[in-house]
């Protein structure tokens, strides 16, 4: 039985592509223009697989033939449960070919959270690997709109595939559906007002599906152009610039299941250049700088610290690798003066990017903060790399939802307007707070963040609203003091969290994982922070921690945080 989204959600089917402007802007049309343009170009590495242009887009319509002979229907939600590998990519491709909705589905997920995404989204088909697929199969009875699976063989334990094949009687292996799809099964036309569903975790509480349209998504996030270009004015001038492109080479190490690998790689396909991915089901830097070397990428896809310092400091153990490797790139998270230093002793010239952005915003700007740090200044917003160079359609936005102007002083909401999201998907009470509308009619897209405008227009970024922390009435940004304490030299990593107080309501609390070597100084630390810090933000408490928790894509896991101070207090 065909489900239906529900009152509460946004329609999923599409108007006809003749009533938008944006319809030839659908990701699979700028897709095929660029397989087009440069078939024989190897598009993906990944496991051992070598993917041309048009390898990726043969496979990816096979798998849109099968499940649309298996009764997925145009507008329908098909998710993706799966660690990095070619076939997430063949598979995102696929059910967009087939006219249907990718969900990205998270592999750290447990049973409860799978269940929330899978209901909440009205998924209809999965795509997962059989290890993951078990924990699915958990929940199965309580997903009546899971009507169909496709199983991506990943070496699962025979428990967990006969637990598998138990609950969905009607999986398909992979490669079985790729072979046996129809050739002559038909496929509903794409426009650029079909939709691209990103589901997010947030900082707290269950994950919310950021609902977009697709040519929006492409202008906010995806489309990569040379600075003064032109955006593209059909997928004509996409494939003439993937025509004409360097074929650079990207290791992209952040999972596609969260949107800055997922941005990144299509970002690179949509320019007709290479996506090398790390299939490893942990991070381990030693086999990601072999990989970067054997495959001779040019630009490195991190998640902040967490990512960067190991990498950089094998590198320095063996200067002779990845020669053509110029550039680092960093999403979700900013690189840190220290670690911007380790760079740049392993390669003086390597270019060092931090961008800034989020699933309800896309891509918003870039930093602009120095290449190295770790001096004895203090640290201000362009000197600690949160400093960031914004688009036009990028604002601080009042409590009126009205832009501050360059120079203020004010604290305020990062937001976006323009192309951004409908909204947060079957959640109209969450999409009226995150996406109002102001008192001339303008939407906005507020990212959680908050920061000021400095005098030059750009935006130095404070941190995330949900984890500032009141201490006597002065508010703190968690990111803001642990930039500062990563600073320290003998810092490997820091998270600052707010721990109750009778006197002051909240006082801040650092948790702090050392470098090898050093030794434990909570005085000599809280000096450093002084000296760069407002008396309020300094913290009142340091934890020393083997190792500060991060999340699956590199950010710092404040829950986790929260749990270590609520249990020393």
């Not at 002559?184 to 977009?212: I, N």
């Not at 721990?499 to 050392?514: I, K, W």
């Not at 000096?527 to 008396?535: E, I, M, Q, S």
């Amino acid at each position: 039985m065909r489900s239906s989204p529900g009152p509460a959600a946004p329609q999923t089917a599409a108007p006809p592509a003749t009533a938008d402007p944006d319809a030839a802007f659908s990701l699979t049309r700028l897709f095929d223009a660029v397989a087009d343009a440069v078939p024989e170009r190897t598009a993906l590495v990944a496991g051992g697989r070598v993917v041309s242009y048009a390898g990726l887009r043969g496979r990816a319509d096979r798998l849109a033939r099968h499940l649309a002979a298996a009764g997925v229907r145009r507008g329908e939600h098909v998710a993706i449960l799966s660690f990095n590998r070619a076939e997430w990519v063949e598979s995102f491709l696929g059910v967009l070919r087939a006219g249907a909705v990718p969900v990205n589905v998270n592999y750290r997920y447990v049973a409860g959270e799978l269940r929330h995404v899978l209901a909440d989204s009205h998924t209809v088909a999965l795509i997962a690997e059989e290890s993951l697929a078990a924990t699915v199969a958990r929940v199965r009875p309580d997903l009546p709109r899971l009507r169909h699976a496709v199983l991506l063989e990943d070496g699962a334990e025979p428990a967990a595939r006969e637990a598998v094949r138990a609950a969905f009687p009607e999986a398909v292996g992979y490669e079985d559906a790729l072979a046996a799809a129809p050739r002559e099964q038909p496929l509903p036309p794409t426009s650029g007002s079909d939709h691209y569903l990103l589901y997010t975790g947030g900082t707290t509480g269950y994950p919310k599906g950021v609902l977009w349209r697709q040519a929006d998504i492409f202008r906010a996030a995806v489309e990569r152009r040379s600075p003064g270009a032109p955006r593209a004015r059909s997928p004509r001038d996409v494939a003439e610039r993937a025509r004409a492109c360097f074929p650079q080479r990207m290791l992209v190490l952040g999972p596609l299941m969260h949107a800055a690998g997922q941005w990144n790689a299509l970002s690179m396909l949509l320019c007709g250049k290479r996506v090398v991915l790390s299939t490893d089901r942990s991070f381990r830097a030693e086999r990601v700088v072999a990989l970067a070397h054997r495959e001779g990428v040019h630009t490195l896809q991190v998640v902040g610290d967490a990512m960067a310092r190991p990498l950089a400091r094998h590198l320095l153990t063996e200067p002779g690798l990845c020669p053509e490797l110029s550039a680092v790139r960093s999403g979700g998270t900013p690189l840190t003066p220290p670690v911007r230093g380790l760079w740049r002793a392993w390669r003086e010239d390597i270019a060092l990017a931090d961008s800034y952005g989020g699933s309800e915003t896309g891509v918003c700007g870039s930093a602009i903060g120095p290449d190295a740090g770790g001096g004895s200044e203090p640290l201000t917003g362009s000197q600690d790399g949160r400093s960031f160079t914004m688009g036009g359609s990028i604002a601080v936005l009042d409590e009126r939802l009205r832009p501050l102007p360059p120079g203020s002083a004010v604290v305020g909401r990062i937001a976006r307007t323009g192309r951004i999201p409908l909204g947060y998907y079957n959640d109209p009470i969450a999409t009226a707070r995150t996406f109002p509308t102001d008192g001339q009619g303008r939407r906005w897209a507020l990212s959680g963040d908050f920061g000021t405008r400095a005098g030059d227009g750009s935006i130095v970024l404070l941190g995330r609203g949900s984890v500032v922390i009141n201490t006597a009435g002065e508010k703190v940004y968690p990111e803001e003091v642990e930039a500062a304490l990563k600073a320290h030299p003998s810092v490997e990593d820091a998270i600052v969290v707010p721990a109750p107080d009778e006197l002051l309501g909240q006082r801040v609390t650092a948790l702090v994982s050392l470098a090898a070597g050093a030794a434990p100084d909570e005085a000599g630390l809280l000096a450093f922070c002084r000296v760069r810090l407002a008396g309020f933000k300094v913290p009142r408490t340091v934890h020393f921690v083997d190792r500060v928790h991060r999340t699956a894509v590199g950010k710092q896991d404040y829950r986790w945080a929260s749990s270590v101070v609520q249990g020393v207090i």
